[in-house]
């Protein structure tokens, strides 16, 4: 036997059901947070050369701590560079 119930609810409305926080507050602030970051950076988000140059610098130290982290939840290996 197989039943189907269909429920016609708001996103909002569902949450309450279930009893899940209301999570807009969180969201309007990191939003929020966004907006301002981009329009300080807005030189960089226009200039291509910038914006790759950034995200490259990024990219590379961000690696390396993937790198230690793994290698310390693979048995702790020292991983300092020397």
Same mark, same amino acid.
């Given at each position: 036997?197989?039943?189907?119930? +269909?429920?016609?609810?708001?996103?909002?409305?569902?949450? =309450? &059901?279930?009893?899940?926080?209301?999570?807009?507050?969180? +969201?309007?602030?990191?939003?929020?947070?966004?907006?301002?970051?981009?329009?300080?950076?807005?030189?960089?988000?226009?200039?291509?050369?910038? &914006?790759?140059?950034?995200?490259?610098?990024?990219?590379?130290?961000?690696?390396?701590?993937?790198?230690?982290? &793994? =290698?310390?939840?693979?048995?702790?290996?020292?991983?300092?560079?020397?």
């Amino acid at each position: 036997m197989k039943i189907t119930v +269909n429920v016609d609810c708001t996103p909002a409305e569902a949450r =309450a &059901f279930f009893g899940l926080p209301d999570m807009s507050p969180v +969201n309007d602030v990191i939003v929020t947070a966004m907006v301002e970051r981009s329009k300080e950076n807005i030189d960089t988000l226009s200039d291509p050369k910038l &914006f790759w140059d950034k995200a490259m610098a990024a990219s590379g130290t961000g690696m390396d701590a993937m790198q230690q982290m &793994f =290698a310390a939840a693979m048995g702790g290996v020292d991983t300092d560079k020397k």
